[in-house]
């Protein structure tokens, strides 16, 4: 079992920053990758930052070169710098965790998640 805790969610203006972070806890043998996904009510939730366990990271279109997505190993913890925001990333912003638990087996473990709303 994988527990994820959010943090770092809250009220900007346009054009300001925020830095999401996400602790993992828990029982689990790894973890191999973790990312950020945002979801709007009644929309499916969406992919926002990828990073694996060799540092390799995805984003989507609508976030690159605004978004960073960064780990430390040593606090089991996923970080999301977001700069230049923009209403349009108004979501709850949800911690993603594929790991694989001490069995040795694959799982996925959701957060909370964490509000982000951005003013015009």
């Known amino acids: 079992q994988v527990q994820l805790v959010e943090s770092g969610g809250g009220l900007v203006q346009a054009g300001g920053s925020l830095r999401l972070s996400c602790a993992a806890s828990?029982?689990?043998?790894?973890?191999?990758?973790m990312a950020w996904y945002r979801q709007a009510p009644g929309k499916q939730r969406e992919l926002v930052a990828r990073i694996t366990s060799g540092g390799s990271t995805n984003y989507a279109d609508s976030v690159k070169g605004r978004f960073t997505i960064s780990r430390d190993n040593a606090k089991n913890t996923v970080y999301l710098q977001m700069n230049s925001l923009k209403p349009e990333d108004t979501y709850v912003y949800y911690c993603?965790?594929?790991?694989?638990?001490?069995?040795?087996?694959?799982?996925?473990?959701w957060g909370q998640g964490t509000q982000v709303t951005v003013s015009s």
């Open positions: 828990g029982m689990f043998r790894r973890i191999n990758a």
């Open positions: 993603n965790a594929d790991v694989d638990n001490i069995r040795g087996l694959p799982r996925t473990s």
